[in-house]
């Protein structure tokens, strides 16, 4: 007797490619998510202020910025919708 195979379950995510904020980061900003995501942080949305680009990134511990120039801080003063 054969065992019912079960179908395999993809759980992996969308790799951070192919968000449609990727492309809105600068390379700084870029190396900086990749560095994050390695501890659980997702891109979320991409601001643009004054002309400026910072991304924002969540996780279940919190949320983390990174400016144009790819520093990147885990506490910002910043206010999230849901």
């Known amino acids: 007797m ?3 195979e079960k179908p395999m379950v ?18 700084a ?10 501890f659980g942080y997702e891109l979320s949305f991409v601001r643009n202020d004054n002309g400026h ?3 924002v990134l ?6 983390a910025v990174i400016t144009e120039d790819g520093d ?8 999230i919708r849901d």
């Open 2 to 4: 054969h065992a019912q």
């Open 10 to 27: 993809e759980r992996r995510q969308r790799a951070p490619e192919q968000s449609i904020w990727w492309n809105k980061l600068s390379l």
């Open 72 to 79: 990147i801080n885990t506490s910002p003063d910043i206010n």
């Open 53 to 55: 680009s910072l991304a």
């Open 29 to 38: 900003q870029k190396f900086s998510a990749s560095s994050l995501g390695k």
């Open 58 to 63: 969540t996780c279940s511990s919190g949320v």
